[in-house]
């Protein structure tokens, strides 16, 4: 039982040690595919074999028995370290904002709408503020809640005021 368990303490440190510094493999077994062998991934399947062969044994089991317990929970942890490091990797961020996400969105305007002409409004879009040229149907004067109706251009969109139910 011994062994086992510090095999999955060295199989910890490797994991730590990735989580700490980032892939600390990283080169070293680059002639080998892929994410599945990311210094995480080895710490988790390490680890997990360890210490699963140790749990078998401590149930009593014979280490001829325990070695492939071990080694099917490594898979399994492996396998897992290896998912949630692609999804953690290929998640990226959020989709740069564009134009087209404005729609439906209130803001206020800033500088007054004519009938006839634009005038510009912000745009609050997922956290970040858009500045764009607006046009409406009828006047709107600087500081009137607003939503955005339709996209006219990279930089322009026509809104509409936003209907008060007090008013």
């Known amino acids: 039982m011994t062994v086992f368990l510090v095999v999955g303490l060295i199989g910890l440190a490797l994991l730590a040690l990735s989580l700490v510094l980032g892939d600390v493999l990283d080169g070293a077994l680059d002639a080998l595919a892929g994410d599945a062998f990311s210094s995480a991934v080895l710490g988790a399947f390490i680890a997990a ?13 014979h280490t001829a028995i325990a070695l492939p317990v071990g080694l099917a929970a490594g898979l399994v942890f492996g396998s897992f370290a290896w998912w949630f490091t ?29 009938a006839d002409g634009f005038g510009v409004v912000n745009i609050l879009v997922g956290g970040h503020t858009m500045r764009l040229n607006a046009k409406a149907d009828h006047p709107l004067d600087p500081g009137t809640q607003v939503h955005v109706t339709s996209v006219l251009s990279p930089s322009a969109v026509t809104v509409a005021p936003v209907w008060d139910e007090l008013a």
Do not use: H, K, N
């Not at 074999?49 to 089991?61: D, L, W």
């Not at 990226?92 to 209130?106: H, K, V, Y």
């Open 49 to 61: 074999t360890g210490f699963g062969g140790a749990a078998a044994q401590g149930f009593g089991v």
């Open 86 to 114: 692609r999804l953690i990797r290929d998640g990226g961020s959020d989709a740069t904002l564009t134009i087209d996400d404005t729609i439906g969105r209130e803001g206020r305007v800033v500088t007054a709408v004519p």
